[in-house]
T-cell receptor, first 111, second 113 residues
């Protein structure tokens, strides 16, 4: 199957860390992505990781990939109210150029 | 701002009608992708064009068609519209046919009444 699964909601306090989790099904996936969608806006590419990597860090963002369990996570350090948005996990499967998206996790940051 | 532009931003039309959505990719990008975002189906890949040629096809209905022109802009044509076609339609672009990153436009919100 092509399913990419994410929990639908996450609520954190400002200043805390947020961890958004995702599971995917295709072991041939070459790249895994995190996109951010703010209300009324398009999809912003936050970061991506190649499937032979375990971790990637980019400023406040840390991506962890467990290929054995097909589990991807996005950690946002020092979460701010401006981080409130929907976060989509996506995979690019081997031999394909299309992105397969999860349903998105709505992150709410409370002051 | 990703550099990908889409027009119109909003479109309201009636069932049975036909509409055209337009996308201009980032300067220099040769590939254009179309995605549909609906409440029940989430984000679904529709079709990819690379340098004017169809490259990959996803869950695109026969009532829908797309093309990419010599100046690399793309149009998505939706015909015999149904209520269920109401959705946000995104265009994305990338430099080549096999690029790592896809950059998304702001989307066109289609409402079918």
């Amino acid at each position: 199957g092509e399913d990419v699964e994410q929990s639908l909601f996450l609520s954190v306090r400002e200043g805390d860390s947020s961890v958004i989790n995702c599971t995917y099904t295709d072991s041939s996936s070459t790249y895994l992505y995190w996109y951010k969608q703010e209300p009324g806006a398009g999809l912003q590419l936050l970061t991506y990781i190649f499937s032979n990597m375990d971790m990637k860090q980019d400023q406040r963002l840390t991506v962890l990939l467990n290929k054995k369990d097909k589990h991807l996570s996005l950690r946002i350090a020092d979460t701010q109210t401006g981080d409130s948005a929907i976060y989509f996990c996506a995979e690019k499967q081997g031999g394909s150029e299309k992105l397969v998206f999860g349903k998105g996790t709505k992150l709410t940051v409370n002051p | 701002d990703s550099g990908v532009t889409q027009t119109p931003k909003h479109l309201i039309t009636a069932t049975g009608q036909r509409v055209t959505l337009r996308c201009s990719p980032r300067s220099g990008d040769l590939s254009v992708y179309w995605y549909q975002q609906s409440l029940d189906q989430g984000l679904q890949f529709l079709i990819q064009y690379y340098n004017g040629e169809e490259r990959a096809k996803g869950n695109i209905l026969e009532r829908f068609s797309a093309q990419q022109f010599p100046d690399l802009h793309s149009e998505l044509n939706l015909s015999s519209l149904e209520l269920g076609d109401s959705a946000l339609y995104f265009c994305a672009s990338s430099p080549s046919g096999t690029s790592t990153e896809q950059f998304f436009g702001p989307g066109t919100r289609l409402t079918v009444l």
